[in-house]
């Protein structure tokens, strides 16, 4: 699964996304994907989403659910 292709990423999915703000500390949020920002197919520094708390940011990691 390729956090740089949108195919990858879908509404209900447990992710871990940087906001804009936090990408000089790397700094990671997790959250449950609502709606998906990116129009392209791919984007090399990752898909934008926003989660239901209406945070935005790019994927960094999808996580598996345990």
């Not at 000089?24 to 449950?32: A, E, H, Q």
């Amino acid at each position: 699964m390729s956090i740089t292709e949108r195919a990858s990423i879908a509404p209900g999915l447990r992710v871990s996304i940087v906001m804009k703000e936090d990408q000089k500390s790397g700094r990671l949020t997790d959250g449950v994907v609502q709606d998906i920002l990116t129009r392209s197919s791919v984007h090399p520094r990752g898909i934008k989403v926003r989660l239901v708390t209406g945070q935005v940011g790019r994927v960094r990691l999808v996580r598996t659910s345990r």
